[in-house]
């Protein structure tokens, strides 16, 4: 975990102050089975970031030459389209930089838009949903190019024959499995009974210790979870990976002219093109609930849409209380989106 120190700064960013505070991250694996990720791991620095000349020129001013790899994560208020972005986490293999979206302000976080938009960067994410629509709406950020953790989990079971895809891993979960990182991350849920107790828990300055803990935790296992996974995905849960990453960045982005200023998705590669392969393009549909239906689309104690999942290999996702209201999300192959949002339109008006 997160510690103080008197470390010095990393050496990719030169213009950043001594750092106060230390984590460790674990090393990338170098064998089969995942060695224990606390004493595997190097002591890198935590950066209080406030304006973006503290920031990696690399990441400030991404190129096709110096292409790599981040953790990233964000916190807020009700982290949402309406709700505070307070806090962008980004962990390099040798640093930890906690950008701080109420000190440095729109200035700071816009300077981080090209690397957050970048083909050139991968930001390594779980769940991204919620964050993108807080960069989308707040700052005219599209994120892009994600490596979403919770998407691999879900495909690497599919490849074992697991789960279905709507089954989605927690955080926390994620780092449980021994096979991706093993480790218990109980304060998870003591900081989420704090949000939950005090919603400005991420407004407050200068940070907290258990502040810069645990937005340095949400991140600095990130790129050894990574590696783990990448490993375990064939050519054609890869392209799954890319496209639905990418759906995951638009889900809640919802505008009026259907993405069309969001960068393409992922084409299916030649390789995979063959005849008689049952590969099929991936897609998101937004359905239109009509004000007061959403009950009967959901169901008591969710019986209706957990029926609907089930008749279908797609994602649904309901914007619910945070929003936008009134709509579900389908994401998956575009017959069983049809299907799903066929079975949704058919309940609203099943009498």
């Keep these: 975990m997160a510690s103080s120190s008197s470390s010095s700064s990393s050496s990719s960013a030169p213009t950043t102050p001594s750092p106060s505070f230390t ?9 089969d089975s995942p060695p224990n990720v606390e004493s595997n791991s190097a ?10 000349s503290q920031l990696p020129t690399e990441f400030l001013e991404p190129s096709p030459q110096h292409q790599f790899i981040i953790g990233f994560d964000c916190e807020g208020e009700d982290l949402c ?3 505070a972005l307070c806090l962008i986490q980004l962990a390099f293999p040798d640093a930890i930089y906690l950008v701080d979206a109420i000190e440095g302000g729109e200035a700071l976080i816009k300077a981080c838009k090209p690397a957050l938009e970048s083909n050139f960067i991968t930001k390594v994410i779980h769940d991204c949903k919620r964050d993108s629509e807080a960069l989308y709406f707040q700052f005219d950020i599209k994120l892009n190019n994600v490596m979403d953790t919770q998407i691999a989990y879900a495909l690497i079971d599919e490849q074992e024959g697991k789960r279905k895809r709507d089954d989605n891993i927690s955080f926390v979960d994620l780092l449980a499995d021994p096979r991706f990182c093993g480790i218990s991350y109980d304060e998870k849920e003591e900081v989420r009974v704090l949000l ?3 919603p400005k828990f991420w407004r407050y300055r200068p940070f907290s210790e258990r502040m810069v803990r645990t937005a340095t ?10 590696h783990r996974m990448m490993v375990n995905l064939n050519e054609r849960s890869l392209w799954h990976l890319a496209v639905r990453g990418a759906l995951y960045c638009r889900c809640f982005c919802v505008n009026n002219n259907d993405y069309a200023d969001w960068p393409s998705l ?3 590669p030649d390789t995979l093109k063959v005849d008689g392969n049952d590969l099929e393009e991936e897609i998101l549909s937004v359905v239109d609930i009509p004000r007061g239906m959403m009950g009967r689309v959901i169901g008591r104690r969710g019986a209706t849409i957990l029926t609907i999942k089930e008749g279908c290999n797609a994602e649904i996702v309901i914007g619910g209380s945070k929003g936008p209201p009134d709509k579900v999300f389908i994401i998956g192959p575009v017959k069983q989106v049809l299907k799903a949002a066929a079975l949704i339109r058919g309940r609203i008006i099943d009498i």
């Design 23 to 31: 984590a460790r991250i674990p090393l990338p694996p170098s064998g």
């Design 43 to 52: 002591l890198v620095p935590i950066h209080i970031v406030t304006t973006a």
């Design 81 to 83: 389209r309406t709700g």
């Design 196 to 198: 939950r107790q005090d």
């Design 217 to 226: 935790d949400d991140v600095r296992f990130l790129l050894y979870v990574y």
């Design 266 to 268: 992922p084409p299916i």
